[in-house]
């Protein structure tokens, strides 16, 4: 079941300079490994050693955030939309 992974700029290096990959998966963890046999190198940006997703990654499915539902197991459909959102830190401290 294809769904569309919107990819971050900062990982488009690993998918050809696209911002959007048609992947066939049925969970995130599958859209995991599925995106590393197509695009190879992305799954180190994405899991750490023990195959959780990082913690400054956020992945949405069809805006959901996945720590909401069922994490990495989370079910996908044909047609879903996948965000990987990397966390952004930093910002104007203000009062100093």
């Known amino acids: 079941m294809p769904v569309t992974v919107h990819v ?3 990982l488009r290096k690993l998918t ?10 049925g969970s995130v963890s599958e859209l995991v490994d599925s995106l590393e046999a ?7 940006k994405l899991v750490d050693e023990e195959g959780e997703i990082r913690r ?5 499915v069809n805006e959901e ?3 909401f539902l069922d994490g990495k197991e989370t079910i996908l459909a044909d047609g879903d939309s ?4 990397p966390a952004i ?3 104007l401290r203000t009062g100093v």
Do not use: F
């Open 8 to 10: 971050p700029t900062p």
């Open 16 to 25: 050809g300079n696209q911002a959007d990959v048609q992947i066939e998966a």
């Open 38 to 44: 197509s695009h190879a190198g992305i799954k180190e």
């Open 56 to 60: 400054y990654v956020n992945i949405y």
């Open 65 to 67: 955030d996945i720590r």
């Open 82 to 85: 996948v965000s990987i959102v």
């Open 89 to 91: 830190a930093g910002g």
